[in-house]
């Protein structure tokens, strides 16, 4: 398909249409959240599964801001001046985790080049806060690639979450058009430093639609195992706003399911994939029988 106008957004499939981002129950968990100045990544990124999670008092915390300080061409968040560290937020979001009765936390975070340690360190608190209110949560954090700086990984590992997730987003060939600021290889590396540290679970995530082909994603799922990846999930990629690089391919419910028993078949001990499978979606669900707890 051409790459026409990229101002133009293809017309949803019908199995992509049946979301309601308005579902009842969500309206006291955004209230909740809002009180305490939290960001959820299923606001700030237009996250299509808002409406069920929040309506089931779950929610991904997007920590560090709501200003990126890459601008990756697929992603809602803005990639403004980002705003300086709150040392309250790490108290809020164990609060937000209490009120929420979560059993497992999941924290994402902007990322935030501007930082020494590219906010390792306020992961590191979260976690900590989190714990101190209740030591039997299970805690996944999704995070940015922190240029690959080893002091920051180290801070990561020693914190211990029991699953460690950052995205390879889409297939190399794809990367100038999608993660330009991004590199392939570093992600991956990012991923084996932390393997190869101890026990956390590793888990990685990737958007199709983009215009990657099966060969390209059989390889990349090669490349995540061989860096100790456990646990991918696969999603359609949707294009959130008007800036944003357009959809080429909407993948059939049929064809997530397939290529989800290759994965399977490929070494990989869970794949989450289907077309409103993200990243964070469903998170205890898809770990649980990996984790132990």
Not at 17 to 42: S, W
Not at 66 to 81: D, H, I, L, P, S
């Amino acid at each position: 398909m051409s790459e026409r106008n990229t101002k133009q957004r293809k017309r949803l499939p019908e199995w992509l249409r049946g979301k309601d981002p308005l579902q009842r129950g969500m309206v006291d968990t955004k209230k909740m959240l809002d009180g305490l100045e939290i960001n959820t990544v299923c606001q700030n990124a237009r996250c299509p599964n808002i409406g069920e999670c929040y309506a089931k008092k779950t929610a991904t915390f997007m920590i560090l801001g709501r200003n990126c300080t890459r601008n990756c061409k697929f992603c809602a968040v803005q990639g403004e001046t980002p705003e300086p560290v709150d040392p309250e937020e790490p108290a809020r979001i164990a609060k937000a985790v209490d009120k929420l009765k979560l059993r497992h936390a999941v924290i994402t975070s902007v990322t935030r080049d501007d930082l020494e340690d590219g906010g390792a360190e306020q992961f590191v608190k979260v976690i900590h806060a989190i714990r101190e209110v209740n030591p039997n949560i299970t805690i996944e954090i999704l995070t940015p690639d922190f240029n690959n700086d080893n002091n920051a990984i180290k801070k990561i590992i020693e914190a211990s979450p029991e699953i460690f997730n950052h995205n390879i987003e889409t297939v190399p060939s794809l990367y100038n058009q999608v993660r330009p600021e991004a590199d392939y290889q570093q992600s991956l590396d990012v991923l084996k430093a932390v393997a190869d540290a101890g026990d956390i679970i590793i888990k990685s995530g990737l958007m199709l639609g983009l215009g990657e082909t099966e060969d390209e994603l059989i390889q990349v799922w090669k490349d995540l195992l061989k860096s100790g990846c456990e646990i991918l999930t696969m999603g359609q990629y949707l294009q959130p706003g008007h800036a944003n690089i357009q959809v080429k391919e909407y993948i059939k419910p049929e064809k997530f399911k397939e290529l989800k028993e290759k994965a399977l078949k490929l070494g990989f001990k869970t794949v989450a994939s289907g077309p409103h499978v993200r990243s964070s979606y469903l998170a205890e669900e898809t770990g649980k029988s990996l984790m132990g707890k």
